[in-house]
Structure formats: C-alpha cells, structure tokens
C-alpha cells in the first residue's frame, strides 16, 4: 500500500461521513462500488466529485467510488464502452457523436450548466463580434465543436483559424492575435504574466453545450439503475458542498495532483462562482445537475445545421433525465 493511498483514506476518515441534506442513508450493508473516471488531472473543476468524496455523501448513499483521474492519452468512451470504469466525465457533442456510430452511451447529468470554453483576445477587443478577420488559435478538435458555432453566428471564416498548441508565448508575443481558453485556466496564465486581457465565454453569446457532462453505458444504466441515481444525485449534493466549503475536496485533489497549486484552485472556483456554471439557469430553477430536452435539442439542431451530425441520428437516446429531474439540490 502506498503513502498517498493511506493518507487518502486517513483524511477522508477524519472528516466524517455525514451526509449534507436532501442524500439519503442507507442501511449499514456493503456499499456499491463505483469506478468514476474524469476528463483530466485532478483540478477544482471536478470538486464536486471530491467533494462528495471527501465529505462522505457518497458513502451516505450506499457508494463507494474510486475516482480516477483522466489525461492526454486516455479514451474515457473507450475505457466506459470496454467496462474499465462505470461512468465517466464528458460533454454533450461527445455522446451525440458516439450515438450517431451506435456506441451505447448516455449523459446522466451536467456538473456545468455550459461549456466554460470561450476565446482569450487582448485588452483592446471589446466584444467577440470584433475579432472578425484576427487570428484565432484554436485546436484541431476545436474544429467539429464550437468553431463552426462562431462561423455560423459571426461569419467567422476559416482562414481566421491557426493551429494553437497551448502554448501561451505565441499570444503573449503578437496583440493582434486572440486564442481559445478555458475560464479556469488560460486567463489565469495571462493573469499570472501580467498581461491583459478579455475573455468571451461562449455560453454567454448563445453556445448551446453542456460541460462536464456524466456519462455512462445504456447496459449499465439497466443492470444499475438505483447505483447511477445515487451516483448522480451524491455528486451533486458534492458540487453544493464544493462551493460552500472547498477544503476537503481540494485535500483530496491535491493528492491526487501533487502539481495542483492553492493559487489555480482558488481562481478556478472563484470563476465556477462568478460564471454560474453550476448554479444558474435551470440549475437555478431546477436542480444542481439539472438538463432539459429543451437544451439537448439546441446542441443537437446546431449540429445537424453544421454537418456534424446526421438529422437521421437517434439523438434522444443520448441522454436520459431520469437521475435529475426529481434532485432538488439548490446552492
């Protein structure tokens, strides 16, 4: 057994397992295992996952999850559909795809009520409108999701898109160009290079995709409906306990990410904060982890009109809200 395991499982003894209200406790029998996997290096954008860890809910459900942590080289549609993990952490234009090829996967719920992907540009561009005829670097896979959102809503034409490395010295060293970022993180670069800058969240202009979407396979939600509602409604009674109180779960990641600073933890929450992804929108209305046919629908019509989806696809198949629509978890 190594160090890190211990002292894991040592703090998370220490704090208790005491569930926040609205989970619900089951009698003392052996807990349901449940392998999770995430979409990247432990980081405050899976907090509530550690936090429904380390604050006990899961085992208050009758759960016991082991989280993993994902990365560059990992397939997590490969790993789930092969049966190496239960569930995994996703987003919507994902499983639509894996759908339309006849990969049995379905979204079970969103942690983010929008895909905090947006465009980093230098303090003189106002507005995203203005960056018609700048360089844009944006990544290849950038080029089948949100990129042919902004050409359809601006006119953005494909010459206007260079290939972006994340590497962040091409954008500090030329102000006339602008790149794509992720609200946690690229802008806390800049920040940290003291060099201005504005940045466009896509969800704000009308980008209509979830992020950090729960997945599983249409097999497993059969053979396990109680254990993905458990999972469900625990993780998001975890992003509540997240966003009131960080500590136990940021012990958790940091663990699991050595590399993890307090400073990139502490800005990344205070942006999950400041944006609302967990808690505005139907979040606000609804529940934490809420969806709606109504959003699915808006993800899935601009995909059909950008080619990236087949209007023949059985697009309903991709998600289920029956682990949401009755959770009344509010922050």
């Not at 704090?15 to 209200?21: P, V, W």
């Not at 509540?240 to 502490?266: C, F, H, T, V």
């Not at 979040?283 to 969806?291: L, Q, V």
Request: glycine content about 8%.
């Amino acid at each position: 057994m190594n160090a890190s395991g211990i002292t894991r499982r040592r703090i998370i003894a220490g704090l208790g397992t005491a569930a926040l209200a609205g989970t619900s406790i089951r009698p003392a029998w052996a807990a349901d295992k449940v392998r999770f996997l995430t979409s990247w290096f432990a980081q405050a954008e899976h907090g509530g996952f550690y936090a429904a860890k380390a604050n006990g809910i899961y085992a208050a459900n009758g759960l016991d999850v082991d989280i993993s942590m994902g990365g560059p080289q990992i397939n997590a549609i490969q790993l789930l559909t092969g049966g190496d993990t239960d569930m995994t952490m996703g987003y919507d234009l994902q499983v639509l795809n894996a759908v339309e090829h006849g990969v049995p996967v379905v979204t079970i719920g969103a942690s983010f009520q929008f895909d905090l992907q947006g465009i980093m540009a230098h303090a003189d561009v106002k507005t995203l409108p203005d960056l018609k005829g700048h360089k844009i670097l944006i990544a290849s896979s950038s080029h089948t999701t949100f990129w042919p959102w902004l050409k359809e809503k601006y006119g953005f034409t494909e010459d206007m898109a260079a290939p972006y490395t994340f590497n962040l010295q091409p954008f500090f060293t030329d102000p006339t160009i602008a790149q794509q970022a992720y609200a946690t993180s690229e802008p806390f670069q800049a920040q940290k290079a003291n060099v201005p800058v504005n940045y466009f969240l896509l969800a704000k202009y009308g980008y209509p995709t979830y992020g950090s979407t729960i997945i599983t396979t249409q097999p497993f939600l059969a053979k396990n409906p109680s254990v993905v509602k458990r999972f469900v409604a625990a993780s998001m009674e975890g992003w509540k306990a997240y966003l009131r109180n960080p500590g136990p779960a940021n012990a958790l990641i940091k663990i699991d990410n050595p590399k993890m600073s307090d400073e990139q933890l502490a800005y990344s929450l205070q942006q999950l904060k400041a944006t609302g992804a967990v808690t505005s929108g139907d979040a606000s209305k609804m529940s934490i982890g809420a969806m709606t046919d109504v959003r699915w629908k808006a993800t899935r019509d601009f995909l059909v009109r950008s080619s990236l989806l087949k209007d023949s696809t059985d697009w309903k198949s991709a998600y289920s809200l029956d682990c949401v629509k009755n959770l009344h978890v509010v922050a």
